[in-house]
Every structure is written in C-alpha cells, then in structure tokens.
C-alpha cells in the first residue's frame, strides 16, 4: 500500500488509475487546477455585488458555481482517462445527443436579449452549443485523418457537412460569437490536414461574405461592430467601466473586495470578470491568468509535436486552438481590441454549461496527449517502458 492509502499510484501498479496517473501531463493538469481554483476566488470577488443587485442572496454565483464545478471536475478526471478509441465513441455518440438539444433549443428554448441559445431543465439553464463544439472538433479531426490516409474516404465533404449542420443552428439562434469561434477551428484543423491555397481562398471569402451579411442583416452584429468602431455612436457603457478598472487597479490592484467596476458591470462575473481581476488584483493577476493559458497551449502544442497519429495531432491542436481562442476573444473584449461577443473565459467565468464544456474539451485533450511506450503518446495501452 502507497501514502496513497487504498488508491496505489505506484509505478508496478498495473490499475487504471495507476496508469492514468503515470502517462498523464502532470504540468497541464496542474494549470487547468489552477484555472479552476482562481475562477472559484474571482467569483467571490465578482458574482455577490451582482447578486445582490438582482434581489439573490449575495453568494447566490458563488454556491453555484462551486455546484458547477464537482460535476466539471468529475467530467475533466473522467474523461482524461479514456483511450483514444473511446474519446472518438464519445464524439460520436455526444454530438449526435447534443446536436438535437441545440435544434430544440429553436422550438422550445426561452428568448433570451433576443437569441434562443438556451434549454431550461430542473431550475438550471443548459447551452448546448457551448458542448457541440469540442465534440465537433474531434469529428472533424477524425474525419481530415482518414481522408489523408485512404484513398477515396470523403472525409473532408463529411467534415465540411457536419461544420455546416452546426453553424446552420448557430445562425438560427443567433450566436455568431461561437460561430465565429468554430470558424476559425474548422479553418485551423483544415490548414494542419493540408489544405491548398484554393480552399484557403475559398474560406476566407466565405468568412467575410458571412461576416458582411451578418452586419447587414442582424442589428445587435451591427450595433457591437458601430459601437467598437465608432464609440459615439451607442452605448459602450460596459467596455468603459472594464477600461477604468484595468487604470485603477494598477500593478498590484485596489486589493481583494476594494473593486468597484462590480458593483456596475451587468456582466462583471461573465463576460467581464478579467476586468473585475485586474482591478483588484492588478496587473500582475490578468499575467498570472495570461500565463497559465499560454502554459497549456504551449506544452500541448509541444507534446503533441512527438506524435505521430494524424488524429491525435489534429484532435489535440483543434481543441487547444478552441481553448487559446476563447480566451483570447474574452480577453479582447475586456481590453476593448475585439467588438463584444458574450464569450466567457475558460474555467473562469461564471457559468454551468461553460465550465463543464471546457472541462469536456480539456479532459479529451488530457486524453489524447497522454504518454504510451517509447516515449509517444498513450493511446490506452500500459506497458512498465511508458512510466520510465
């Protein structure tokens, strides 16, 4: 028995969890733990003024949230230990359940600020389109894989039909932040399989006739793009207030509770709360927060430049690329380099469907990167040569 008590980690062990433990990226691990404890302590400093505002007992978020998080813990832990064969089932079998609840979210979902994203189950509100994309991302890895390795596979037809059953729905509700986001997921995974200059052209011009027509056709696209463009022009309430916080709060912040941009930021402990960071903890948080993102992608872009499974290499750099995204299209926001788009940061911001959905991507990814023997990556099989 180990100093683990009934849970023997040591290297011998031939047990599941004893396998896991030694092929797992420890580093990475470590990170999104981390993401996942400072999303807890800034929601203690962002969610109570807004709370309270809207007549909820004051820790209302932060109950919530950590409710949230077991449940994202569980997923992230769980799935990590799957083989790369049960990752691709879980795919499967996830987006075609998950794909149905985002159409029915068009039929029965609440309109909510104009867009029907939502599905309201047991007291909780549930948006499917936040776990459609990291399952998508596999599929589409999976499907640019096999195109490059049999002749004669249309893969990338089946890709592009599953983008576009996706993004049918994503338009429909309207939600062109996520479409956007899986936009430029499809456009990485297609450029990592090989794609030529034509249908990089192709892409590219599809991206921004699809941009065009949604600033003309959907008001509120055109409003966030008049009022990023030209301030005067509408109300830029909130990316103001975000702005002052990032001055007040310095290098070192006004200090944990002395913030003030949260107690007038509708959106302080969402879309907003890198600000609410930065204004209490200083620069030196919104670094911290820089960091430990770039950590993750950087080491995984690293590991899985020793693979040499086409899926994997795909699977594994969609994935980073929808978490690194993300971040960086909140983080814009905050700073005012991006036109708003309601996209919360990863692990950080408060939200249900979020923090389960990345905990979702990231376990797939843990999944994927994990060591086998000789000194690749695990695909579920433990040999005593992959803990050496």
Avoid: C
Avoid at 160 to 181: K, W
Avoid at 195 to 222: E, Q
Avoid at 233 to 244: F, V
Wanted: proline residues 3%.
């Amino acid at each position: 028995m180990s100093l683990f008590g009934k849970f023997d980690l040591g290297r011998t062990n031939r047990s599941v969890l004893s396998a896991w433990w030694w092929t797992v990226d420890r580093w990475t691990l470590a990170a999104v733990l981390g993401l996942a404890m400072l999303g807890v302590v800034l929601s203690l400093a962002a969610s109570p003024a807004v709370a309270s505002k809207i007549g909820l007992s004051s820790f209302h978020f932060v109950y919530r949230q950590a409710i949230f998080l077991a449940p994202a813990l569980f997923v992230l832990l769980g799935v990590s230990m799957l083989s790369v064969r049960q990752v691709r089932r879980l795919a499967i079998l996830g987006f075609a359940g998950v794909y149905v609840l985002m159409v029915a979210t068009l039929v029965v979902g609440p309109e909510i600020k104009g867009a029907t994203r939502w599905l309201s189950m047991a007291g909780f509100s549930l948006q499917p389109s936040e776990f459609i994309k990291p399952l998508l991302v596999i599929l589409l890895a999976w499907m640019f894989s096999e195109a490059a390795k049999k002749t004669g596979v249309p893969g990338r037809s089946i890709a592009l039909g599953l983008y576009g059953l996706v993004a049918i729905v994503l338009v429909q509700q309207p939600d062109f932040g996520q479409l956007t986001l899986i936009t430029i997921v499809f456009a990485a995974i297609f450029f990592l399989a090989g794609l030529s200059w034509f249908w990089i052209a192709g892409m590219a011009g599809l991206v921004i006739a699809g941009g065009y027509s949604a600033y003309r056709m959907v008001p509120h696209v055109a409003s966030r793009v008049d009022r990023f463009l030209d301030p005067a022009s509408g109300d830029t309430y909130q990316i103001e207030r975000a702005l002052e916080a990032f001055r007040a709060g310095g290098l070192f912040g006004r200090g944990p509770g002395e913030g003030v941009v949260k107690r007038v930021l509708p959106d302080a402990h969402t879309d907003f709360i890198f600000a609410v960071a930065a204004e209490e903890y200083g620069v030196i948080a919104g670094l911290l927060i820089l960091g430990l993102f770039g950590f993750i992608v950087i080491r995984t872009l690293l590991r899985v430049q020793e693979e040499h499974d086409l899926f994997v290499q795909l699977a594994a750099s969609g994935l980073i690329v929808l978490i690194g995204v993300q971040s960086l299209i909140n983080i814009a926001v905050n700073v005012n380099l991006l036109p708003a788009k309601g996209m919360t940061l990863p692990f950080i911001s408060y939200g249900g469907s979020s923090l389960i959905a990345v905990a979702l991507a990231l376990g797939m990814l843990l999944a994927l990167t994990r060591r086998r023997a000789g000194g690749t990556l695990h695909h579920g099989t433990y040999t005593k040569r992959a803990y050496a």
